[in-house]
Every structure is written in C-alpha cells, then in structure tokens.
C-alpha cells in the first residue's frame, strides 16, 4: 500500500472525528485551505523533490537560505525604529537602544512633513513637526543627530524615505565626508521605493514618474559611490497593512521590486551591481506558518527571477537583503501588555523564516510612539529567542516539515500567478496608476473588518475575551519643547548658511531635474550647502509637478 | 456638525428623500493611511449610501467645495496622526464660515479620551477610536440621518452644540 493510499484510508477512518470541528473551515490568513494532516505524500502529489524545490542553504533556489551558515554564523541585526521631536530629543533615544543592545545601528522615523519634503516651519507642517519622527529639515539636523554617535560605530543606518530618498541618500554621504568616517565602513539603507507610497503608505507628493526617476538615480549613484550600501529597499509591509494578504504582500512587493530592476537597468546599470543593492521588506502579522513560507518563497522566487529574467550570472547578484518587521496592525490598544505574545510569535516567525534583519515593534505602539521600558523589552524579546531558545542553532529547522513545504510551495505558485497578473496589466507601475493594487488591497480590508466585526476573525481583547477594567498604561509624551527647539535650530540656520551658494545650489539642482541627468550629484551638493529638504523638494515640484489626490466614488 | 447656538437644524441640502444620501469622507493633515477611511467607505456604501472618498491631504477649503458640488450631508473625517484636534478644528471652522453647519461630520482615528471631549464641545457629531466597530459607525451616522431629516422641532434637538 503507498503512502497516499494510507493516508486516504486513515482519513476515511477517522472522517467522523475530523469533521467534529470548532470552527467551520480552517484557511490561513490568505484563504488558503489548511488540511488536517500532510505527510510525504501530499508533498509527493505536488511533484516536490529536495534537490528542486529546496537544495542547501546558499544556494539556488536559495529556499534554506541565502547564506550557507544561517544563524550559526551571524544572528540576525536587531533593528529599532525610533524618531520623534528634534534631532537632539532622538539622539538621546538612539543613544538608549544602542547601549541596550539594538545591533541593527540607527533606525530613523522621520516625521510626516520631511517625508513629504516640508520643513519644520512651513505651515502645512504644523501640528505634525517631530510627532511621529524626527524632524530633520537639513544637514545640520542630521549632524544634530548622530551627534556622539559616529557612521561606523553606528554600523548601519536606516530611515524610510521614500520620495525623499536622493535627500537622504545625500545626508549619510555628506554625513560621512564631515565625520571623516569612510563609507565603506558602516552601511546605508534606504526605504527608496515610491511606487507602493502610491498604493498604501501616502507620502508621495510628485507625479508617480517622477519618484521613480529620482528613485532610480539615487540607486545608480549609491552603487558607484558607496557600494555595498543599501540604496533600495521595497517594501511591502505598508500594502499589508492597509489590507493586502500575506500572499499579496508577497507578490506586490516582487512585482515592484522588478519595476524598479527594470528601470536601473535600462539606465545602464547591470544586475550583478543592481541585485546586491536590493533589500526587499515585509512585515510579519499574526499568521505563523503562513508568515514563514512567505519569507522561504520570496526568496525563491526573488532568486529565480534574477537568474532567468534579469540573466545574473554570478551569486552575489541573487543576495538581495530579506528584511522583516514586526507589523503594528495586529498590535491592540485594549489589553496592551498580550502585544508583547504577539511581537514575540512574529519575531520567532521571521527568525524561522531566515531573515537577515528584524524591525521590532513596541507593545504600547497602538497607543503612541514607544516608551523606552517598551522598547527594551523589544530588544529583549529578540534577545530571548537567541540566546535562550535554541532556534538559531541550526538552518532552516522547519525544512522538510510535511505542512510548511506544502505552503511554501503554494506561495510560489500563487506568487508567481499574481506576477503573471501584474505583467498583463503592463507591470505594476501600470497597475499602480490603474488603481489594480489599491482597489484588491481596500476590498481584503473591508472584507477582514465584516470578518472581525461578525466574530468571524477573533481578535483577543478586541471583539472577544474583553475586560472592562484594562489599566491605563504610562505612554510616551512628547515634550512640547522639542518643536520650539526644531523651528529655533531650523530659524538660525536660515540666518547663518551662505545664502549666495544655497540658491547657486538650487539653480544648478533645476537645471539638473530638467535633464537626464542624474539629480544625486546636485543634491549632494544642495545638501553640502545647508540647503533644506523642503528647498530641494520644491525645486521638483517646480520641475515636475505635483501629486493630486483623486476623489474615488465607492 | 452641531450649531454653536440653539436653532433650528437645516436640512435642506438632504433634498427630498428619494435622492440618495451621499456621504463623504477624506483624510486631512499628512497622514497617509486610508486603510480605515476606505473599509467605512465600504460600509456606507453597503448600507445604501453613495459615498465619495475625496482622498488625502485634503485642506479644509478644499473639504468644503467638495461637500458643496456633492451636496453630501456627512463629512468624515480620518486623522491618524496624533493632531486630529487641531485638524478637525480647522474643518470645523471653515465649515462654520462657508455656512455647512448642518452637515453631519464625523471624526475617527488615533482619539485619546480627552481629544474626543474636545471634538464632541466643538460640535463634531460622532467620534471613533481605535476599536470601534464598523457597524457602529455606520450606526451613527444612519441614525443621525434619521434625525436630520425635515420635521417638528422638538425641545430634544436643542440640546447640545454649545460651544466647549
């Protein structure tokens, strides 16, 4: 008798007690039907074989793992996002995490206007100057905010920047000049990956090709200037987020990654100098195994794609950067101390993934930005994990796990159905201007929020086991002075640069925009003079013009 | 919105009842997350309501013209980003001058308890916070319709919409 028939005959055995169930069907968080047993026959029935659809770590289809050594060799980096108020209040929260044992370097939150290329002191600022970041309106800002803390003690640096990313870019390399510190010597990497702003996250503010472009040529200028940098990181997690599946996130985040190849390419650079600069970014909410197939498939799939659609001929242009954070959505404002079971399931579910680098969440972030008691146990939770667990000790230790390798191998295929879908709509830059994302991701929300709002979909303390007697927690208050200090700082800048080089700067900057030319070079030197970054993003409104919302009729 | 002195609600732009309700609903400051703003979207729609999602970062000026051209009854507002008074006062301001005191504004989002005292004293008719229920929304604002709606003044009506 083969397996497969064994395993029908034990399901027919025992078809009474397997239909007594507690709940009516069982699907992972993107609708895939989970079966009450697998064994080696349904991995068989799929035509899975080892050498194929797994292999050794470090090798294609890099399904194990992108380095042989995994966690053996090197844990994963710690990384804390932090930012708030002026750059000396976040200087001090850096300095914190740091000596707590944060290893993935200096993380940083900007806030909403200098994501959106406003200053401090414009008023369409107001009111969200240093609220959710740190507000860095020039140089002197960023130099504020390492201060004591030098480039290649900090290791790694990373902020989301987005739309302003050939700004930030330019920051850490004039950064470095000033520091004297060599920019080999620490690294940089930057959330530099428009289109999905477009889609999910919101801060774009230029006309969707023009991103792109600047996008595009902070990557070919940090690859030649500082390579071994991370110029562009995609990211997925804000499409989950706002509503997109795990499977989603998945595809859409491949399907832009590959816009942006695209575009670097036909601008000349290659992929063996393209691939390593790549990060690719999800984030990991509260469904286990499903989080872990996605980490094991992205990288086949990624891996793949640089071999036989961008023609990589060597290893080192399929090591793209697989880059995990905890997601803030599944994180509750009721009960907020269970946050801390939830941050702890997803960390594991990255570690497992094989992840290179986690972002922790706080268990008081549904509340406001992260207390430094909060933050810590953040820290230690990654902490916990690796020294007290076990699970780093070997690569890959769900490999071969009868259920994981079935839904790996449904991640792959579905993740390769919805490429085959974007590519019909003319590649996601298309579908993004048709609203394909936007529309797919606001339907799964919608339909997620009747699932919670019927009992359906239970949220622990929200819509089941609630208490009416939750303690308040302490949360963060941001001191009110750090927004005087920020608009002080940014008010004798103004005074103080040379005026006469700045508005040189900005005049060479516009005539730059409006060439081929690569803008990096004239940002640089935009920033090198004191230039701030609403200076220079207004520069590319004037040249490119601006993003304007459309109203949608539902 | 609620007047800032007792009268007479004016529900005139509601127009007779056969003409759809429409609602709209915007993001306003820079928050960038719509994920809440769409999924109610989605549930007034279902519940009968055209319902128009104006977009992000919409000024208040803006807002209003809007309101104007669609003669929708209800704004909701949904404010992310911690400064949801500041912001919803605004709104509430130009609304106030541009003479739409009668539509019906809501406001959900990031809301302390104290931010929501502060919204509830300068008229805004419904507050959300993290949590609440999208039937609960919908609730509201289908009651508040219903209340709205041309009839006798009653001495109930008057109650509230003084000025915090």
């Known amino acids: 008798m083969s397996l497969r028939e064994a395993q029908d005959g034990w399901l027919a055995a025992h078809s009474e007690e397997l239909s007594r169930t507690w709940k009516e069907s069982f699907r992972t968080s993107s609708g895939i039907e989970v079966e009450p047993l697998y064994t080696p026959a349904d991995l068989e029935d799929r035509g899975w074989r080892y050498e194929d659809n797994l292999g050794f770590p470090g090798q294609a289809p890099y399904t194990r793992g992108l380095g042989a050594g995994g966690y053996r060799k090197e844990l994963w980096h710690l990384e804390m996002y932090a930012g708030f108020g002026s750059a000396a209040d976040a200087n001090q929260r850096f300095r914190y995490l740091i000596e707590q044992g944060s290893t993935g370097g200096v993380s940083i939150a900007l806030d909403l206007p200098t994501q959106l290329g406003l200053d401090s002191d414009d008023p369409l600022a107001s009111e969200e100057v240093g609220q959710m970041g740190v507000a860095l309106s020039s140089l002197a800002d960023v130099e504020a905010l390492f201060d004591g803390i030098p480039l290649d003690r900090a290791g790694h640096v990373f902020t989301t920047a987005n739309c302003i990313a050939p700004i930030a870019a330019a920051w850490f390399i004039v950064l470095a000049e000033k520091q004297g510190v060599d920019k080999s010597s620490f690294r940089v990497q930057i959330q530099n990956d428009p289109i999905k702003e477009y889609i999910a996250r919101g801060t774009q503010f230029l006309p969707i090709d023009a991103s792109v472009r600047l996008a595009c040529d902070t990557v070919r200028h940090v690859v030649s200037e500082a390579p071994g940098w991370f110029p562009i990181s995609v990211s997925g997690s804000h499409m989950k987020q706002a509503g997109a599946s795990c499977l989603q996130e998945a595809a859409f985040t491949i399907a832009n990654a590959i816009a942006y190849t695209e575009r670097c390419i036909e601008d000349g650079l290659s992929i063996e100098r393209f691939g390593p600069a790549l990060e690719l970014h999800f984030c990991t909410e509260m469904d286990f195994f499903e989080e872990i197939a996605k980490y094991r498939a992205v990288r086949t799939v990624w891996t793949r794609l640089v071999r036989e659609r961008f023609g990589a001929q060597t290893a080192e242009a399929q090591h793209f950067r697989l880059h995990a954070a905890t997601s803030g959505r599944p994180l509750t404002a009721q009960q907020p101390l269970n946050n801390i079971s939830r941050i702890t399931m997803q960390v594991l579910a990255q570690v497992l993934g094989g992840c290179e680098q986690t972002r922790t969440a706080s268990f008081d972030e549904a509340l406001a930005i992260p207390t430094e008691n909060a933050a810590r146990t953040s820290i230690r939770i990654n902490q916990i994990i690796a020294h007290e667990t076990g699970v780093p000790f070997t690569v890959d230790p769900l490999g071969g796990s009868y259920f994981l390798e079935s839904l790996t191998d449904d991640f792959v295929k579905g993740i390769d159905r919805e490429l085959e879908r974007i590519e019909e709509m003319g590649g996601s830059l298309e579908a993004t201007k048709a609203g394909y994302f936007q529309s797919e991701i606001a339907e799964r929300a919608y339909r997620e929020q009747v699932a919670v709002d019927s009992g359906e979909q239970v949220i622990v303390g929200v819509n089941r086991f609630r208490v009416d007697d939750d303690p308040e927690l302490p949360t963060f208050e941001l001191d009110q002075g750090a927004v005087d200090r920020q608009l002080a700082g940014l008010a004798r800048l103004r005074e103080s640069r040379d005026e006469r080089e700045a508005t040189r700067r900005l005049v060479e900057l516009e005539n730059v925009c409006r060439s081929d030319d690569n803008v990096m070079p004239a940002v640089i030197n935009c920033v090198r003079a004191y230039v701030t970054t609403g200076e220079i993003a207004s520069v590319w409104k004037k040249v490119f013009g601006e993003y304007k919302p459309e109203a949608v009729r539902f | ?164």
């Open chain 2, 1 to 164: 919105m609620r007047r800032s002195e007792a009268g007479r609600p004016d529900s005139s732009s509601l127009g007779p009842p056969s003409v759809p309700t429409r609602v709209v609903v915007s993001k306003v400051g820079l928050d960038g997350h719509d994920r809440g703003v769409k999924v109610i979207a989605h549930g007034l729609r279902d519940a009968g309501l055209e319902v128009i999602y104006a977009g992000l970062r919409r000024t208040p000026q803006e807002l209003a013209s809007i309101v104007t051209q669609e003669d929708a009854s209800v704004l909701g507002l949904s404010i992310l980003s911690g400064a949801v008074v500041p912001l919803t006062r605004r709104v509430v301001d130009e609304f106030r001058e541009q003479d739409l005191e009668d539509v019906i504004l809501v406001v959900g989002g990031i809301v302390s308890p104290a931010d929501e005292e502060e919204l509830l004293a300068m008229g805004v008719d419904g507050v959300f916070g993290p949590g609440a229920s999208m039937s609960e929304v919908v609730g509201l604002i289908t009651n508040q319709l219903e209340v709205r709606v041309p009839k006798p003044l009653t001495n109930n009506e008057e109650e509230g919409g003084h000025r915090g």
